[in-house]
C-alpha cells in the first residue's frame, strides 16, 4: 500500500510564497515520476511540474515556469514544489501524485494520489 500526504498549503497574498510537500509512506516506488497537479474550481484537473527518479529531468507548465520549482528528496521520500510569485490564478487544490512508465513526465501513468491541499491566493 501507498499513501501520499501533501502539506504546504495555505492563504496567501499575490506576489507571496508557499512550499507544497508531499510525503510518500508505505510500499516504496522505484523508478517512478512525481508530479503535482492542480485542480481550480469548476475546471479540469491539470499536471503543472513533475519531476524523474533521479531529478535530474523536470516538467513545468507555460502558466507556473519560471515561478515554480520541483524537487525530491529520497532519503525522507519527499516532493516539494517551491512556489514564487504567486498569482490568484494558483488558487486551486494541489495534488501529488506518483507515476510510472516512460516518455515525457506530462503523459505518465500516474497511479497514486494524495489528498491534496489546499492554495488560495487573494488580497
Known amino acids: 500500500q501507498v499513501q501520499l500526504v501533501e502539506s504546504g498549503g495555505g492563504l496567501v497574498q499575490p506576489g507571496d510564497s508557499l512550499r507544497l510537500s508531499c510525503v510518500t509512506s508505505?510500499?516504496?516506488?522505484?523508478?517512478?515520476?512525481m508530479g503535482w497537479f492542480r485542480q481550480a474550481a469548476g475546471q479540469e484537473r491539470e499536471i503543472i511540474s513533475a519531476?524523474?527518479?533521479?531529478?535530474?529531468?523536470?516538467f513545468y507548465a507555460d502558466s507556473v515556469k519560471g515561478r515554480f520549482t520541483i524537487t525530491r528528496d529520497h532519503a525522507n521520500r519527499t516532493v516539494y514544489l517551491q512556489m514564487n510569485s504567486l498569482e490568484p490564478e494558483d488558487t486551486a487544490v494541489y495534488f501529488c501524485?506518483?507515476?510510472?512508465?516512460?516518455?515525457?513526465?506530462?503523459?505518465?501513468?500516474?497511479?497514486?494520489w494524495g489528498q491534496g491541499t489546499q492554495v488560495t491566493v487573494a488580497s
Open positions: 501524485a506518483a507515476g510510472t512508465g516512460l516518455g515525457p513526465l506530462e503523459n505518465r501513468r500516474y497511479v497514486y
Open positions: 508505505g510500499r516504496r516506488l522505484p523508478s517512478y515520476a
Open positions: 519531476i524523474n527518479w533521479s531529478g535530474l529531468a523536470t
